[in-house]
């Protein structure tokens, strides 16, 4: 499952039951371009056991000031509530994967 993540509906997906997996992007960036994609298909992948947000940080500044996001893309990795893994940059899906698999 795929949502739009902001700073008002952040804390209800992060406390939910299935792991969060939130993509911090921009229009403007180039690398996001190339990660947004294989989130899209990794979403699609794990849907039922992540829910996959995408947070544009032009709208949505409050969020990346709140984890200290000073380069996108930046994947964020939550369970339990809890930030428990953060990528900064462009990756592969089989290195963004096994990010995954480690959720569940």
């Known amino acids: 499952m795929e ?6 509906n952040l804390e209800t997906y992060k406390n939910g039951e299935l792991p969060l997996v939130v993509d ?3 229009t403007w960036c180039g690398p996001c371009k190339m990660v947004g ?3 899209s298909e990794l ?3 794990y849907d039922g056991k992540i829910v996959v947000g995408k947070c544009d940080v032009e709208e949505n500044d409050d969020v990346a000031i709140d984890f200290g996001v000073r380069n996108i893309p930046t994947i964020l990795f939550f369970k339990g509530g ?3 893994d953060k990528f900064v940059g462009a ?3 089989d290195v963004l994967d096994a990010k995954f698999k480690a959720l569940l």
């Open 24 to 26: 911090l992007w921009a």
């Open 43 to 45: 979403a699609k992948e």
């Open 3 to 8: 949502v739009e993540i902001t700073a008002k």
């Open 82 to 84: 809890k930030l428990v």
């Open 91 to 93: 990756a592969s899906k």
């Open 37 to 39: 994609p294989i989130i």
